[in-house]
């Protein structure tokens, strides 16, 4: 059967007989269809009328296209059909370039969402504190509750960091430039600065008056992005009392 699939399909094709088109099409869907004829196949299903069979062999090409690319069969199509092997080249191209997209902007949505979680994990150090580290008017406990608050623990590492480090300054350690990065994110999704707990919160309000054009616009996309993932409501997440975090 494999031997004369192709021509068993095309004589199908020619003396209308559709039994014997199903029973071909049914050998090549379950095992009969392989890189060695598919590009055969798809031309002929192209040309016989056979849809379903046509997409099949498409899809098997697009996976297999490094591969099919370099065989003779794919270069007598390009000489007998350019137009179908340009088609082809096309539709590989439009493919690759829109799972890349896809993967980019899965990669874009992971870091607005670590961002958002980085964000209110750090509203819940300044205003309530965990284990370890939080405000001077809390009582701390180590061991009094599990944290909810996944990026809590490299947040922690990081304030203390950020707390004891020598090159603070911004652009002078780049653990340090993390957290000015994500202070000032915070600042410009917050809902009220004068009730904010978190340290620095009003400064970088009144920073961002400052600011040139080019920066505001690289802030303000940003900030859009991260709201979008989250759809963050700035004010639920603040205390009316203003505070420092201490280590």
């Not at 920073?207 to 759809?231: A, F, H, I, Y």
């Amino acid at each position: 059967m494999n031997e004369y699939i192709m021509h068993l399909l095309l004589l199908s094709h020619a003396y209308v007989v559709p039994q014997l088109k199903r029973v071909c099409e049914w050998h090549l869907e379950h095992g009969l269809l392989t890189t060695e004829n598919v590009i055969d196949v798809f031309q002929l299903a192209l040309l016989c009328d056979f849809p379903r069979l046509s997409v099949m062999s498409h899809r098997m090409i697009m996976k297999h296209f490094k591969e099919l690319y370099a065989t003779e069969a794919w270069t007598a199509m390009k000489k007998s059909h350019p137009f179908l092997e340009k088609e082809l080249r096309d539709s590989v191209f439009i493919e690759e370039n829109t799972r890349e997209e896809r993967i980019r902007k899965r990669n874009e949505q992971r870091i607005y969402s670590q961002l958002y979680e980085a964000m209110e994990a750090l509203v819940h150090i300044c205003r309530d504190g965990c284990k370890t580290i939080g405000p001077h008017d809390k009582d701390l406990k180590p061991n009094h509750a599990t944290c909810h608050y996944e990026a809590c623990k490299g947040l922690e590492s990081l304030i203390r960091h950020f707390a004891g480090c020598k090159l603070r300054v911004p652009g002078g350690c780049v653990h340090c430039k993390r957290m000015w990065q994500l202070l000032e994110l915070h600042s410009r999704v917050c809902a009220d600065s004068d009730q904010c707990r978190v340290p620095l919160c009003r400064n970088f309000k009144e920073k961002m008056e400052k600011q040139s054009k080019k920066d505001e616009v690289r802030w303000k996309l940003l900030v859009k992005n991260v709201l979008e993932t989250k759809k963050i409501g700035g004010s639920p997440f603040f205390l009316p009392v203003t505070s420092t975090v201490v280590s």
